[in-house]
């Protein structure tokens, strides 16, 4: 008689056991959902004083070093809108475009840190863009976005090259979750990671007026 009688109470204390057990994860779950609904969408601005991207100020420079990274910057942003669309096609094409633009910023008329700072950067630009052209791949395409995007930044926060304001961007979804950014020119998150399946995935972390 008493065999049965544990039997149930063993079975209640599993069945209970199991309950609480699926209640904390759901909860658990819940809240992992929650917090990343909250932190990925990029509703509220970031301080003024934010800084992610540092960048020397050159914005004395004479105009065509400027007017060159200006070029650069219309580039990225279309190949940036063409990730996306997630149109790897034109992605490419445009790629290749802003590489053409890349080449013809001229640095010679420039001297000691400005020109290795603009060295530097516009290797960078081209790196990426290159590999950009050469790829069919959306996933290849993206993954060179980062570094493009804060060559980018960088270049035109220190010559002052935009007279719009940019939004510097960040999905914490992004590089097998490790998190990347990107530059827009949209306030509006529009994710180019991951296109239509998470578009608004992302917060703004750095405005640049």
């Not at 976005?145 to 979804?173: D, I, N, R, V």
């Not at 490790?178 to 703004?204: H, K, T, V």
């Amino acid at each position: 008689m008493k065999q049965p009688l544990i039997a149930a109470a063993l079975a209640a204390f599993l069945f209970t056991s199991c309950s609480e057990a699926k209640q904390e994860t759901s909860a658990t779950e819940t809240e992992s959902h929650e917090h990343h609904e909250g932190m990925a969408h990029g509703d509220e601005m970031p301080a003024s004083n934010s800084l992610v991207v540092e960048a020397p100020d050159y914005t004395a420079v004479a105009a065509p070093v400027k007017e060159q990274i200006a070029a650069v910057l219309d580039s990225f942003l279309k190949l940036k809108d063409n990730l996306v669309a997630s149109d790897a096609q034109q992605a490419q094409d445009e790629a290749k475009t802003l590489l053409a633009a890349a080449e013809k910023v001229d640095a010679a008329g420039l001297a000691g840190e400005q020109k290795a700072f603009v060295e530097e950067r516009i290797a960078e630009v081209k790196q990426s863009a290159s590999k950009m052209a050469e790829a069919a791949d959306l996933a290849v395409q993206r993954g060179q976005l980062e570094l493009l995007s804060e060559a980018s930044f960088a270049l035109t926060k220190a010559f002052g090259a935009s007279t719009a304001t940019l939004f510097y961007q960040h999905c914490p979804m992004a590089n097998n979750n490790q998190g990347a950014y990107w530059l827009s020119a949209d306030g509006e998150i529009r994710n180019p990671y991951f296109g239509e399946s998470m578009l608004e995935c992302g917060s703004i972390e750095e405005v640049f007026n």
